[in-house]
Protein backbone atom coordinates (compact mmCIF):
# COMPACT_ATOMS: atom_id res chain seq x y z
CA UNK A 1 0.00 0.00 0.00
CA UNK A 2 2.75 2.77 1.05
CA UNK A 3 4.82 1.82 -2.26
CA UNK A 4 1.45 2.45 -4.52
CA UNK A 5 0.62 5.55 -2.24
CA UNK A 6 3.95 7.03 -3.20
CA UNK A 7 3.96 5.90 -6.74
CA UNK A 8 0.60 8.01 -7.38
CA UNK A 9 1.94 10.93 -5.48
CA UNK A 10 5.45 10.85 -7.76
CA UNK A 11 2.28 10.54 -10.73
CA UNK A 12 0.46 13.67 -9.37
CA UNK A 13 3.39 15.65 -9.06
CA UNK A 14 4.52 15.32 -12.86
CA UNK A 15 0.88 16.17 -13.94
CA UNK A 16 0.99 18.97 -12.35
CA UNK A 17 5.10 20.18 -12.55
CA UNK A 18 5.04 19.49 -16.53
CA UNK A 19 2.67 20.39 -19.51
CA UNK A 20 2.37 19.21 -23.00
CA UNK A 21 2.91 21.43 -25.46
CA UNK A 22 2.00 20.92 -28.93
CA UNK A 23 3.73 22.62 -31.53
CA UNK A 24 3.08 21.51 -35.14
CA UNK A 25 -0.13 19.21 -36.00
CA UNK A 26 0.09 15.71 -37.62
CA UNK A 27 1.01 16.21 -41.46
CA UNK A 28 1.84 20.00 -40.90
CA UNK A 29 4.71 21.04 -43.07
CA UNK A 30 7.39 22.61 -40.79
CA UNK A 31 9.07 24.05 -43.14
CA UNK A 32 8.91 24.13 -47.26
CA UNK A 33 12.34 23.82 -48.47
CA UNK A 34 13.51 24.65 -52.12
CA UNK A 35 14.31 21.64 -54.19
CA UNK A 36 16.77 20.98 -56.88
CA UNK A 37 16.93 19.44 -59.52
CA UNK A 38 13.41 17.98 -59.34
CA UNK A 39 9.40 18.29 -60.66
CA UNK A 40 8.33 20.12 -57.98
CA UNK A 41 9.41 23.45 -56.41
CA UNK A 42 9.53 22.82 -52.80
CA UNK A 43 8.92 19.92 -50.35
CA UNK A 44 6.63 19.44 -47.25
CA UNK A 45 8.64 18.27 -44.50
CA UNK A 46 7.36 17.50 -40.98
CA UNK A 47 6.02 14.48 -39.16
CA UNK A 48 3.13 12.08 -39.46
CA UNK A 49 1.97 12.22 -35.95
CA UNK A 50 1.57 15.58 -33.92
CA UNK A 51 5.23 17.00 -32.46
CA UNK A 52 4.77 17.85 -29.07
CA UNK A 53 7.26 18.35 -25.99
CA UNK A 54 7.13 17.71 -22.35
CA UNK A 55 8.14 21.00 -20.59
CA UNK A 56 8.05 21.99 -17.30
CA UNK A 57 4.70 24.36 -16.06
CA UNK A 58 4.80 27.62 -17.74
CA UNK A 59 8.02 27.34 -19.52
CA UNK A 60 6.31 26.84 -22.84
CA UNK A 61 6.17 30.48 -24.38
CA UNK A 62 10.00 30.37 -23.54
CA UNK A 63 10.62 27.66 -26.65
CA UNK A 64 12.72 28.26 -29.32
CA UNK A 65 12.68 25.76 -32.61
CA UNK A 66 15.27 25.31 -35.06
CA UNK A 67 15.39 23.26 -38.13
CA UNK A 68 18.39 21.28 -39.09
CA UNK A 69 18.58 20.22 -43.08
CA UNK A 70 21.21 19.53 -46.28
CA UNK A 71 22.04 22.76 -48.23
CA UNK A 72 21.17 22.25 -50.74
CA UNK A 73 18.29 20.02 -51.44
CA UNK A 74 18.65 17.89 -54.26
CA UNK A 75 15.70 15.15 -55.66
CA UNK A 76 14.73 12.54 -55.55
CA UNK A 77 13.15 12.33 -52.33
CA UNK A 78 10.78 9.98 -51.52
CA UNK A 79 7.85 9.53 -49.30
CA UNK A 80 8.80 9.25 -45.77
CA UNK A 81 11.95 9.76 -46.21
CA UNK A 82 14.28 11.75 -43.41
CA UNK A 83 15.58 14.88 -44.81
CA UNK A 84 16.83 17.20 -41.79
CA UNK A 85 15.59 17.36 -37.66
CA UNK A 86 13.32 20.27 -35.42
CA UNK A 87 15.73 21.20 -32.57
CA UNK A 88 13.06 22.39 -29.80
CA UNK A 89 15.77 24.30 -27.04
CA UNK A 90 14.71 25.80 -23.94
CA UNK A 91 16.96 28.42 -22.29
CA UNK A 92 19.34 27.90 -24.65
CA UNK A 93 19.60 23.91 -23.93
CA UNK A 94 17.99 21.56 -26.30
CA UNK A 95 15.30 19.50 -24.58
CA UNK A 96 14.19 17.33 -27.49
CA UNK A 97 15.41 16.76 -31.51
CA UNK A 98 12.74 15.04 -33.94
CA UNK A 99 13.40 13.93 -37.28
CA UNK A 100 11.82 15.97 -40.58
CA UNK A 101 10.03 13.75 -42.67
CA UNK A 102 9.25 14.44 -46.22
CA UNK A 103 5.62 14.54 -46.63
CA UNK A 104 5.62 14.27 -50.33
CA UNK A 105 7.20 12.29 -53.04
CA UNK A 106 9.57 14.69 -55.10
CA UNK A 107 10.90 12.49 -58.15
CA UNK A 108 14.05 13.72 -60.38
CA UNK A 109 13.37 16.35 -63.42
CA UNK A 110 14.06 15.77 -67.08
CA UNK A 111 17.53 16.69 -68.32
CA UNK A 112 16.50 19.79 -69.16
CA UNK A 113 15.46 20.56 -65.49
CA UNK A 114 18.32 19.13 -63.93
CA UNK A 115 20.96 21.06 -66.32
CA UNK A 116 19.38 24.20 -65.85
CA UNK A 117 19.14 23.33 -61.78
CA UNK A 118 22.64 22.89 -61.94
CA UNK A 119 23.47 25.62 -63.52
CA UNK A 120 21.84 27.95 -61.24
CA UNK A 121 23.30 26.23 -58.36
CA UNK A 122 26.82 26.78 -59.82
CA UNK A 123 26.47 30.36 -60.65
CA UNK A 124 24.37 30.77 -56.90
Known sequence: ????????????????????IKLFDA??????????????PVVKLGQPRAIVVAVPRGTGPKLT???????PLLAPIALGQAVGSLKVSSAGQVIAEVP???LQ????????????DALRLWIK
Do not use: C, D, H, M
Open 100 to 102: LLA
Open 1 to 20: NARANESQKLLNWGYTAFEA
Open 105 to 116: GVEQAGVIGRAW
Open 65 to 71: TQVARPE
Open 27 to 40: NQPVVTPVVWKGTE
